[in-house]
């Protein structure tokens, strides 16, 4: 399905998505983790700036929601406050979906009316997840108990709320990429910048295994 104001490109191909972003009141990491019946999901769906905040935006993606999302974060605004204003000026608000949280563990989502079913969003103490073209309700929920459950870094915890809601049948579409992208001030390679974490699957039929088999590999460096 194809967005018909759009040209026929991958952009403007809907994100049957499920995603997740995240906070570490312990250290300050800001993530986001993602999977989609789409190929490379994560050249489009996660942004975070360390010591600003983190966006999954989806769903007839409109990409600008990253830099600009987190620009007005970096101004001192909220999430509430941000998603607000960038769906106040989109004409194609109603088919968008973005998750945001700050450096001060805020969160907000927003699921635009047109967005395919199931979708929608939920939030917690310092997450929010969100997904469209789902099974159900049930694969956010697992989601959020998981990154509730989970001990360990920032890392560990996205990463089970990945899984946890492909294990309650994610994408009704199927499977295809998933991402992982943590950020912390100067914990990118020799501290030149803030890629603490940014491992994708691009196209596999286990995209949520093969990002956890890199995970495991990334946290050993």
């Not at 020799?190 to 596999?204: E, S, T």
């Amino acid at each position: 399905m194809r967005d018909r104001e759009q040209p026929a490109t991958r952009n403007a191909q809907p994100l049957g998505t499920f995603s997740i972003v995240g906070y570490d009141p312990k250290n300050g990491d800001l993530g986001v983790a993602v999977a989609s019946k789409f190929f490379a999901v994560g050249a489009v769906v996660p942004w975070a700036k360390a010591g600003v905040g983190a966006v999954a935006t989806q769903s007839f993606a409109n990409t600008t929601y990253g830099p600009r999302g987190l620009a007005l974060m970096a101004e001192g605004k909220t999430p509430e406050e941000v998603i607000k204003e960038l769906t106040a000026s989109d004409s194609q608000k109603e088919r968008r979906q973005v998750g945001m949280v700050d450096a001060k563990g805020n969160v907000a989502t927003f699921t635009g009316k047109e967005c395919i079913p199931w979708a929608g969003g939920i939030t917690g103490k310092h997450y929010a997840a969100q997904g469209n073209i789902l099974v159900g309700e049930k694969v956010v929920k697992a989601m959020g108990e998981a990154f509730e459950k989970t001990e360990g870094s920032l890392a560990e915890k996205l990463m089970a709320a990945l899984e946890a809601g492909d294990n309650a049948g994610g994408d009704s579409r199927g499977k295809q990429s998933a991402a992982l992208l943590v950020v912390r001030a100067k914990g990118g390679y020799a501290g030149f910048n803030d890629r603490y974490i940014d491992i994708r699957v691009d196209d596999h039929v286990e995209p949520t295994k093969e990002l956890r088999r890199l995970l495991k590999i990334a946290l050993r460096k």
